[in-house]
């Protein structure tokens, strides 16, 4: 049976579940490429301010998106809270939405394999994708993550504002009518309230080889 020339692992979850975390850990590991796509958001949002650009201008913003460059989002950088404000904003236009789910869905292609980690994943972008993960924790552990992370970074942090503040987005997430937050029906759930990344990874690398062997055989 001819193998497949590409593979591709779509993980899913809310924010702070650690499905980042354990997604770029499963690239390294299988040498293959990791795509954030809530980062492609941000990036058209930084180009637009930037640019200048108003934020409220649908075809401008999807005129940006067409173009983006996935292979160079600079997590740092993009991670900075005022651009998160603004691509809060372009994520919700239509437009914007099919121009990066296109290229998003062209990453996927990339030899050879990808990861990609987001919210629509696996219902949306690559439905077809041989392993599926939903990632899931607590709203308190993830809180407690994000706290620890801030201030790991010397910053300064509310645990009652971060819970609140992931709360929100699991709402707002899930109830979208676009592409809504929610796992594939054949995601595999990995809940990771309990586990740490070498857990959580193991619990995925099994999945991740079960699904290469089938390919394989």
Known sequence: MRVPDTFTIAIDGPAASGKGTLARRLAVHYGFHHLDTGLTY???AKALLDRGLPLDDEE?????ARNLDLRHLDRTVLAAHHVGEAAS???VMPAVRRALVAAQRSFAQTLPGTVLDGRDIGTVVCPDAPVKLYVIASPEARARRRHAEIEAGSGKADFAEILADLTRRDARDMGRTDSPL??????????????DIEAAFLAAKRLVDEALAKRQA
């Not at 929610?182 to 586990?195: F, G, N, Q, R, S």
């Open 60 to 64: 401008i913003a999807a005129g940006v």
């Open 42 to 44: 941000r990036a058209v």
């Open 89 to 91: 904003k372009v994520a």
């Open 182 to 195: 929610k796992p594939a029906d054949d995601a595999h759930l990995l809940d990771t309230t309990e586990m």
